[in-house]
């Protein structure tokens, strides 16, 4: 595959014991045609073949139906330029990457590699963030942050277990997963099974003008919230002043970069016909101009924030000041 053709890269994240592996192993096998390279690391709760771990830091083996699964004991840079060097010589054929977190691990800086290494950028496109929660044991695992922040990165949430919870337990989580991550649709996946239409091709990094499949914009619970992470939508009709958006930006990065885990926005900017598309990880933020707005279409710009502690009343001032 040359660097015309970068390979989709999906991270798949989530609680430990949600079903991760069961979900590779079903990624792994199914018959859908597709040659899907998936990095394991070894530290998760379950590996997939854990007795075919040998001494060697990565550990490449091609399945009968095409697919390659490669356990890493190294760094994630070391095993995606690995992979690339046997896919180059035709040692290995594969045309889309899954990366497995580790059930308490941090996806940033697994997403970050693809935005700050210049020759893995062209080679691979960060295609989307995949979080599994397990419904049975939620509660349990939201109560850490950094499962929290696992679902605030994700592009789709994948729940597990709902066979063992109630429907009022479900809707409750399923309205405070909405409250942590406005973005991501939330769906069911049964004992791994799930289409891969939902898993693959999410494009939840691609600068265009879709907000997110499950974007809500429906009033959520004002009730205390219990988590850390939460998200905010703002919306304006009024054209936005491009240098005030540039400066609103610039000083929310500097003050709460590190906090801000995803943000995007599609933008109506005065004298503009275009949309300005803008989104981000953490300090990693990147924008252009999209397609043009259609005749009579309602102009309007639309931001979401998810954010560790987000600091509502300062994003709201801001952007206040910019439609003032």
């Given at each position: 595959?040359?660097?015309?053709?970068?390979?989709?890269?999906t991270?798949l994240s989530?609680?430990?014991?949600?079903?991760?592996?069961?979900?590779?192993?079903?990624?792994?096998?199914?018959?859908?045609?597709?040659?899907i390279?998936?990095?394991?690391?070894?530290?998760s709760d379950a590996?997939?073949?854990?007795?075919?771990?040998?001494?060697e830091?990565?550990?490449v083996?091609t399945?009968?139906?095409?697919?390659?699964?490669?356990t890493?004991?190294?760094?994630?840079?070391?095993?995606?330029?690995?992979?690339l060097?046997?896919?180059?010589?035709?040692a290995?054929?594969?045309?889309?990457?899954v990366?497995?977190c580790?059930?308490?691990?941090?996806?940033?800086?697994?997403?970050?590699?693809?935005f700050?290494?210049?020759?893995l950028?062209?080679r691979y496109?960060?295609?989307?963030i995949?979080t599994?929660?397990?419904?049975?044991?939620?509660?349990?695992?939201?109560?850490?942050?950094?499962?929290?922040?696992?679902?605030g990165?994700a592009?789709r949430?994948?729940?597990?277990?709902?066979?063992?919870v109630?429907?009022?337990?479900?809707?409750?989580l399923?309205?405070?997963?909405?409250?942590?991550?406005?973005?991501?649709?939330?769906r069911?996946v049964?004992?791994g099974?799930i289409d891969?239409?939902e898993l693959?091709?999410?494009r939840?990094?691609?600068?265009?003008d879709?907000?997110?499949?499950?974007?809500?914009?429906?009033?959520v619970?004002?009730?205390p919230?219990?988590d850390?992470?939460s998200?905010?939508?703002?919306?304006?009709?009024?054209p936005?002043?491009?240098?005030?958006?540039s400066?609103?930006m610039?000083?929310?990065?500097e003050a709460?970069?590190?906090q801000l885990?995803?943000?995007?926005?599609?933008l109506?900017?005065?004298g503009?016909?275009?949309?300005?598309?803008?989104?981000?990880?953490?300090k990693?933020?990147?924008f252009?101009?999209?397609?043009e707005w259609?005749?009579g279409?309602?102009?309007?710009?639309?931001?979401?924030?998810i954010a560790?502690?987000l600091p509502?009343?300062?994003?709201?001032?801001?952007?206040?000041?910019m439609?003032?």
């Open positions: 595959m040359s660097a015309l053709n970068p390979i989709p890269v991270i989530g609680f430990l014991g949600a079903g991760k592996t069961t979900l590779l192993r079903y990624l792994l096998k199914a018959e859908h045609g597709l040659k390279a998936v990095i394991e690391n070894e530290f590996g997939i073949d854990t007795q075919l771990l040998g001494d830091p990565v550990q083996m399945l009968a139906n095409g697919c390659v699964c490669c890493i004991h190294t760094d994630l840079t070391k095993a995606l330029y690995l992979l060097e046997r896919l180059d010589s035709g290995i054929a594969f045309d889309r990457l990366i497995e580790t059930g308490l691990a941090d996806p940033a800086p697994v997403a970050q590699t693809f700050i290494d210049e020759e950028r062209e496109i960060l295609d989307g995949i599994l929660v397990d419904a049975a044991h939620a509660d349990t695992h939201l109560s850490q942050t950094i499962a929290q922040a696992q679902v990165f592009d949430l994948l729940v597990s277990k709902t066979d063992l109630d429907t009022t337990t479900f809707d409750a399923s309205e405070r997963l909405t409250r942590i991550n406005r973005r991501a649709p939330i069911v049964d004992h099974r891969l239409a693959l091709d999410v939840g990094f691609n600068l265009n879709d907000l997110g499949g499950g974007l809500s914009l429906r009033p619970s004002k009730a919230s219990l850390r992470i998200s905010l939508v703002l919306r304006t009709d009024q936005l002043d491009i240098d005030k958006l400066e609103f610039k000083e929310l990065l709460h970069g590190k885990l995803r943000y995007k926005g599609v109506n900017i005065a503009e016909p275009r949309r300005l598309v803008f989104q981000g990880v953490l990693l933020y990147g252009d101009w999209d397609t259609a005749e279409e309602a102009r309007e710009s639309v931001m979401v924030f560790d502690e509502e009343e300062k994003i709201r001032a801001g952007f206040n000041g439609i003032g």
